[in-house]
């Protein structure tokens, strides 16, 4: 059976149908109003704010030539209620059924075949428009009078209805003994397990030929009409707010693991972070350690040039080599100069010789020859011959030399010690000339 497949995976899931609430089948201005049929609005409503599963309306869509209508027949076969017409069977033409002649009512594009206002339609998932084909009669919401599912209708109930996994169907609306009870028949034979709500429908005769007929054709079919204070509801009721726990809990559930997720999501991101500040850590002590190693040897390599002589004599190879090229530049100039050794003109112990070049001592040393015999070179003859590297002789004229400083401040500066009678007399000779500078300004 097609709904013990359903049955099976979901033990109680329902739909409301909420049959044809529509206005010209209300008072006061309908064209096939059903007495007391907007009162049934607030019952509707009620039933809406329960939370089925899927909450479905039907209306009647029809042409406006529609073949139910008085307007489509000659008279006299077309007095509403009375008169009948025939209907043949779209896809079988053998097939053949009366339909009775209605006033002409819920035309496509009308104000009639609207919803009554009255009904909260917003709480409504899907419409299912019907007898939209003018040759049939379709007072079910499944299927028309000959039980085809074609485009005579927007949507296939049936179809809808299983794809949401119903089981159970609970019926409203009008009219209680034509839409409804065809309706709840057609919803039995596809095998859903359905109720007519009593207190949620009117019907359009409630004689014995009317709504007492319908309910027991209901009946007969397996439909269940019950009433909205009854057990069948209270089970519904029962059953929804167990669901409505269930959904609850559900949701509490999915709160609890997404702030538990969250939570160890927010702990990964912190560890993350925390390991990447140990990693920027251990960069910066490295490039740290780097640095001051680099400083650590140059610090070494600074004592190792300075460290003493091995003869003990507490001064460093600098210290030796700048005391040897000061006394070799006294030495130049004539003068005398006693080294912190004790010797004369010697550098110190240990200490290695300045480098210098031969010839360009050979050539100062000439020079102050030349000047103590009171000789002087001519510059046009200051130029010597140098041999290249093939035996070619090139005449370079080097640069005059700058005659080195004389006199008591360079003495001083070196080192000799001149006692006070010779700076006195220093001072009155230079006392004239700057007198004879000062009168020529």
Known sequence: MEMDRHSSAVAFK????????QEDFCPPNGSLAVPGGRDLAPVVNSLLSLPYSLKVATKDFHPSDHVSFDTSHTPPNNKPFESSATMTNPYNLLETKQTIIWPVHCVQGTDGAEIIPEIDFSKI???????????????????????NKSNAASLDLAALLKDAGITHVYAVGLAGDCCVKWTAVDAKKEGFEVYVIEEGTKSIDFGENGWTAAKNELQENGVHVISIEGPEVEKQQRAFAESHRNAQDQQKLLRSKYHKDAFFERKAHRSEIAGGGQRKSVAVARLLNQSLLRISNARHRIEVKNETNKDGSGKGQMAAWKGAKIAKEYEREGGEYENEAGSKNEPTKGAPEPKSDSKKDDEVNKEDEEKKDGK????ANSGKKATSKKGETKTKTP???????????KSARIGTKRSAPEEEKEVEEKAPAKKARTTKK
Do not use: N
Request: proline letters at 7%; hydrophobic letters at 35%.
């Open 125 to 147: 998932d899907h419409v299912v428009e019907k007898g939209r084909d003018k040759r049939v009669e379709m007072y079910s919401g499944f299927a028309d009078a000959f039980g």
């Open 14 to 21: 329902p739909a409301l149908l909420v049959v044809d609430m």
């Open 376 to 379: 002087e070179k001519p510059k």
């Open 399 to 409: 640069k005059a030399k700058k005659e080195p400083a004389t006199g008591t401040r």
